[in-house]
């Protein structure tokens, strides 16, 4: 069994990015949010003090930590090359 990382050694960012083509993006920035949502109630959820971390707070924490944005893998370009008319 080999241990488990130490905190130094594991990445910064969270691992689960969206991606998708030119079409979608909307929709991919309101997985986005949606995500950025449940994890503010996460945090809040274990809080001692009964949940009063404040967006500014969680601002903070996502400038330490961020979350990948979506990812267009077929941007416009490559979509309309793609076109056949």
């Known amino acids: 069994m080999t241990a488990a990382a130490k905190p130094s050694e594991q990445p910064r960012t969270k691992s689960c990015v969206a991606s998708g083509i030119a079409g979608n993006y909307r929709?991919?920035?309101?997985?986005?949010r949606a995500g950025e949502r449940y994890w503010l109630k996460v945090l809040r959820s274990r809080s001692r003090d009964g949940g009063h971390l404040t967006w500014d707070a969680f601002q903070?924490?996502?400038e330490r930590t961020p979350l990948?944005?979506?990812?267009?893998?077929?941007?416009y370009r490559a979509l309309r090359a793609l076109a056949v008319l």
Request: aromatic share 6%; no cysteine; charged share 25%.
């Open 27 to 32: 929709s991919l920035t309101k997985v986005y």
């Open 60 to 62: 903070q924490i996502k």
């Open 68 to 75: 990948q944005q979506p990812k267009l893998r077929l941007p």
